[in-house]
């Protein structure tokens, strides 16, 4: 079942529970879909809904932080809510063991043998890790290994 099925039938899930928290995220992540859909006139694939739902993780958790360091408790606990319903429907996370391969890997891949080639590295890296990791740490993985 593709990743924008999957968010309907639980959008309509949250409508027949009467869950006005969760259909009120899944609403405003099809929107964020359906508005990057028409920015980049194509159509929503998986690929491109993963990197709308992280980008959206992302944005909440900057808020979170914002939220905390001013003493908005309550306003940090709603973003959380948010986000435990955004990431149920990204991939599992990927374990530091598991990074690390997939950076050996990519270096080996393209012959990567300094700073000058990262661009490649990552550029292997950047579809095999989509949603699955932070790609700004894992851009700093890449930078260490390189350097070495």
Do not use: Y
Not at 24 to 39: F, P, T
Not at 48 to 71: C, D, Y
């Amino acid at each position: 079942m593709s990743l924008h099925s999957q968010l309907k039938d639980e959008m309509k899930n949250a409508m027949r529970a009467k869950d006005k928290a969760r259909l009120g995220v899944i609403r405003m992540a099809l929107s964020a879909i359906k508005q990057a859909e028409i920015d980049h006139n194509t159509e929503a694939n998986d690929e491109n809904i993963i990197a709308v739902l992280t980008k959206m993780v992302k944005q909440r958790k900057e808020s979170i932080k914002m939220f905390s360091e001013g003493g908005r408790d309550d306003m940090a606990a709603t973003e959380q809510a948010e986000v435990a319903v955004l990431e149920e429907f990204l991939p599992q996370p990927l374990s530091e063991e598991e990074i690390q391969q997939l950076i050996n890997n990519a270096i080996t891949d393209s012959g990567a043998s300094s700073m000058a080639d990262m661009g490649k590295v990552m550029a292997i890296l950047k579809p095999a890790m989509q949603g699955k990791a932070d790609l700004g740490k894992v851009s700093g993985l890449v930078r260490a290994a390189l350097n070495n």
